[in-house]
């Protein structure tokens, strides 16, 4: 895979990891816990990455591994912490690369 398609692929997670915060969110809002849950200090600072670790998690996912890097160790969790690190990372980018293309599609 390319650096483009990786990158690519880096955007689609940032997005994907807007999307999930959204509907979590969403929920903890109609169930009531969502202003408890963002009180917790470390919880609550950390919430978009927390959600994020979680998503590469269920999605079994390591964008690492296109870089060569294997963080195997217990189990493969840093791995998955690292993988939402990068793509929590990610958003500002991605919302420059949506910025770039929206400004360069107007008519």
Known sequence: MGFWAAFGQLVLLAILLG?????VDSVLGVV?????IKKIPVVGSNWTLIISILMMYVL???????WGITLEGWSGWMGTVASGAI???MVP???AVISMISKGFRM
């Open 87 to 89: 793509v929590m990372g």
């Open 93 to 95: 980018m991605k919302d």
């Open 60 to 66: 079994d996912y390591s964008p690492l591994t296109y």
């Open 32 to 36: 009531g816990l969502g202003s408890t």
């Open 19 to 23: 999307a999930v915060t959204t509907v």
